[in-house]
């Protein structure tokens, strides 16, 4: 079975005052795409590895870690996408292995070399190529989001279907400056991409 293995850690984790506040955060988000020890943990103290089971729904996953943590003030993600098989499955994420473990360890070493913040390792490389430059186009968008921007793309990813006005209503701003913050984020835009990512995994 085809899955995806995510494996990041946190930009500026040592800058922030409060360490426990953003691993509040980053457990809280790994929670709600999966169960602990079996399909994420955390590690060194701002890494993590998560496995997601419908490998197409990857970069959509790590948009949404993206947004929760640069709703912190000053951090940020890298994160390594790998496609591929589980060969063997332990109790624990940190104990199990595959091509999708392998391909996302080769990216994660790669992502200060190349200065990214995002690139994935399907095991196409005409594939690999065309979805990593997307990236690139998309992190122009996704490392300049403000806090306000990280936090309501936040939202709308946790609640789909409520409209501009129930999402303000959430954190106490007016619809319209929902919409502008969604604007400013380019969120409909990465929701087409996200669209094309899927379709594009599928086909492995």
Known sequence: MMISILTGDIINSRAAKAPKDYLKILRKTLSLLGKENERWEIFRGDSFQLEIEDAETAFWKSLYIKAALKSIKGLDVRIA???????????????????????SGEMFELLKKEKTNLLIHCGNKQLNREINVSFKLALIAMDNWTQNSAEVVKLSIEYPDFNQQELGEKIGIKQNTVSERQKRAFLEELKEFDLIFREKIKKL
């Open 81 to 103: 996408i790998g496609v591929g098989e589980k060969s063997y499955r332990a109790k624990s994420i940190s104990e199990s292995s595959g091509s999708a473990f392998i391909r």
